[in-house]
């Protein structure tokens, strides 16, 4: 497979890239969620001793939700949790000094039951939609853009909407309530290994819309300030984090094997959470990527306004950790 080939040696990182073998340094607490995406890559980390051969330590402290993780991130009681670049800006421009690396380009997609009348955007006029978060979730501001923006289409007064926890629609279109579904990606996955259709991937639309690919929707975030005194710690965490995605990226087995961290029912769930998730490995993260994220700010800025950015008007400095890779094409 061709990003089989680019993730081995994408991977491949330079001696002067790695931290020096030396005192041990303190464990890195890591927030994660149970069945989390995090859950599956820090598992594999320490299974392949690859923090051991970054000369790091790794201490996984598991949370009940997204929102405990924060809590638990402000708080200091983990050093770092994977979370949306967004509420990264948004602290940052009230004075936190959270800093983020990218973890996945996947953010989710629009997805209908096989049955449904729903083929394409324009057909989810007049009818019923679920939409995974709140009125502000991103993938929700995008979609509306890119229905806009290519068929002239107002999705936000157009469609019956209702907003709630992923569960909970997925259930409610699995009972027939619900045309189409707008949620996140490992909801997506599992929807489609029962038989339900992909509309459109929210990455998708981030690319029709202008934008150039590449663009991270979450990522591991720390306190700059504690990133700045330990500087080998998280180039060695970045170092770990990737090898070990470049197994996942490459090794059915290894899927195999953290499938019970998966919630996968079946072998069928797990092929579409690993094709989900390799989908999603940012391959190159730099200055092109980087400026991909802030022209996806302006928009979503525009869309969502000071409710979902808070009084700035671009993306703070600082906000993304002055890390850079690139896969080998």
Do not use: C
């Not at 983990?78 to 996947?106: H, K």
């Not at 707008?182 to 290994?193: G, V």
Request: glycine content about 8%; aromatic content about 8%.
């Amino acid at each position: 497979m061709r990003i089989a080939r680019r993730m081995l040696l994408g991977a491949t990182i330079s001696a002067a890239a790695m931290p020096l073998r030396g005192a041990p340094m303190p464990p890195i607490r890591v927030g994660v969620l149970r069945f989390g995406t995090v859950s599956w890559e820090i598992e594999v980390i320490r299974h392949h001793a690859l923090d051991v051969a970054a000369n790091v330590a790794l201490a996984p402290m598991e949370l009940a939700t997204a929102q405990a993780a924060q809590v638990a991130l402000q708080s200091g009681e983990v050093d770092m949790i994977v979370v949306d670049w967004l509420w990264v800006a948004r602290q940052r421009g009230a004075g936190a000094d959270w800093t983020f690396v990218p973890f996945s380009n996947a953010v989710g997609a629009l997805i209908a039951p096989a049955n449904s009348p729903v083929r394409d955007v324009p057909d989810l006029a007049g009818h019923a939609l679920g939409i995974a978060g709140s009125p502000l979730d991103k993938s929700w501001l995008i979609l509306r853009a890119y229905a806009s923006q290519r068929y002239g289409i107002d999705l936000d007064t157009r469609t019956n909407k209702s907003f709630g926890p992923p569960p909970l629609l997925a259930e409610q279109m699995k009972a027939g309530r619900l045309d189409a579904l707008l949620t996140y990606w490992p909801f997506a996955a599992k929807a489609e290994a029962a038989g339900a259709r992909r509309i459109l991937a929210v990455e998708d639309a981030v690319s029709a819309l202008g934008i150039a690919a590449g663009v991270p929707y979450i990522g591991y975030t720390f306190a700059q300030h504690w990133a700045e005194q330990n500087p080998a710690l998280i180039d060695g965490f970045v170092a770990a984090s990737r090898r070990a995605r470049a197994i996942l990226a490459t090794s059915d087995a290894e899927w195999q094997r953290v499938k019970p961290l998966t919630g996968a029912a079946d072998d069928s769930e797990l092929e579409r959470l690993r094709d989900w998730y390799r989908r999603g490995i940012p391959l190159r993260w730099g200055e092109p990527e980087r400026h991909a994220a802030v022209q996806l700010f302006a928009l979503l800025a525009k869309s969502g306004g000071e409710d979902l950015v808070g009084p700035i008007s671009a993306v703070p400095p600082g906000t993304f950790w002055p890390v850079t890779w690139q896969a080998d094409a």
